[in-house]
Nanobody, 121 residues
Framework: QVHLVESGGGLVQAGGSLRLSCAASGSIISIATMGWYRQAPGKERELVAA???????NYADSVVGRFTISRDNAKNTMYLQMNRLTPEDTAVYYC???????????????WGQGTLVTVSS
């Protein structure tokens, strides 16, 4: 079984920065994809940034040039560096991953519990 734990959320003023972390624990053969999503109050969950299965990255148009996704494969940890934050970035940020698990190599999707990011104006 795989668990994802996010950290790094909090309250920040507009224009500030935060760095989110997502640590994966458990027995994993490989990671197919991982990404960050967010859900603002009253809105649907949306993709923020993600690594594709081919190794590339995808970003929501609203965060291009401000957010950067990265990962440390040795630590099974993914990061989201968020700069020049605006009140519109206020949301619960979720980590998501698709993992290949032992012993049969089944692929399983996992969500973290979420971390709240609040940007004040």
């Amino acid at each position: 079984q795989v668990h994802l734990v996010e950290s790094g959320g909090g309250l920040v003023q507009a224009g500030g920065s935060l760095r989110l972390s997502c640590a994966a624990s458990g027995s994993i053969i490989s990671i197919a994809t991982m990404g960050w999503y967010r859900q603002a109050p009253g809105k649907e969950r949306e993709l923020v940034a993600a690594f594709s299965s081919g190794g590339g990255t995808n970003y929501a148009d609203s965060v291009v040039g401000r957010f950067t996704i990265s990962r440390d494969n040795a630590k099974n940890t993914m990061y989201l560096q968020m700069n020049r934050l605006t009140p519109e970035d206020t949301a619960v940020y979720y980590c998501n991953g698709l993992f290949k698990l032992p012993p049969m190599g089944d692929f399983v999707g996992v969500w973290g519990q979420g971390t709240l990011v609040t940007v004040s104006s």
